[in-house]
């Protein structure tokens, strides 16, 4: 790429098919076309958009989110798969780098999964959400620190995160000594109400400027009709509107196009990579305004695996025998894995 390119970004916000991971499908391939058709590099669509976020989860008592839960499986993403191919050969179709958000089926559980797809269709990284907030924590499980990567990808150097693990400041913080040029930033929408809309302009704007990367972030839509089928009860409908923030943010913390807070569309703006320079020689946070002999980051970015066979008894002993206050979960502590 060249030292300073223009890349050309498109945030969607968009309404999933909540009755099959098919339709939704088409919406994701439809929006890709029409991107395309916009000279788009980069497209970023909202969290677990694929087949759909489980809304459910949030306005049912957990005793009745059985028949939800069991159909979410039956429509959940299995990576890869059907649906990953086909998602592969449109971003080849355009030389499209894509983020898309899963629900991913990997056997017996259900993940929050980001994706990027580079623009010849390849999928670079595969990262799953480490904690999955209050109610999602009935839905899926636990993701590890081997997802916490920026992706080489024809747009630049790509990042992601989900929701508010924007709020887990050394997960941002893993994602910034990696140098991300563009943070994909994915959130659920039609969830809480107008305040979270407004935490999302917070956190994406800081996150901007803390980083000084390009942060697109894409929520997701629901109609009125879409709430109706989700809960009859008027007072929980209340709970699925509001909460929408499409927007692309620079890393001055500005806005390059006017946010999208509700109904669908697509936000798009041109990413002049000369703005990351210019920010971050006033303040480089993993550069010369850091101080690593005071503070700095280790992470544990093997995966987290449930069978992990050692080859010897030596093996066997020197994990058994490892510090507790030096281990972290998962395994025994081994200092090359750290990143600082």
Known sequence: MASNPIVRAAAVQISPDLTS????????????DEAASKGVDLIVFPETFLPYYPYFSFVYPAVACGPEHLRLYEEAVTVPGPVTDAVSERARKHGMVVVLGVNERDNGSLY??????????????????????????????????????????????????ACWEHYNPLARYALMTQHEQIHCSQFPGSLVGPVFGDQ??????????ESGCFVVNATGWLTDEQIASVTTDEKLQQALRGGCNTAIISPEGKH?????TEGEGMVIADLDFSLITKRKRMMDSVGHYARPELLRLSINDEPAVCRQPLSTASEFRADALSSPSTAPSGGAYEPENDRA
């Open 112 to 161: 929050n999964t980001q994706l990027i797809f580079d623009g010849d269709g390849s999928l670079l990284l595969k990262r799953r959400k480490i904690t999955p907030t209050y109610h999602e924590r009935m839905v899926w499980g636990q993701g590890d620190g081997a997802g916490l990567k920026v992706a080489e990808t024809m747009a630049g150097r790509v990042g992601a995160l």
């Open 200 to 209: 999302i302009e917070a956190t994406i704007r800081h996150h901007a400027l």
């Open 256 to 260: 390059l196009a006017p946010a999208l």
């Open 21 to 32: 991971c098919k339709g939704t499908l088409e919406k994701v391939l439809n929006a890709m």
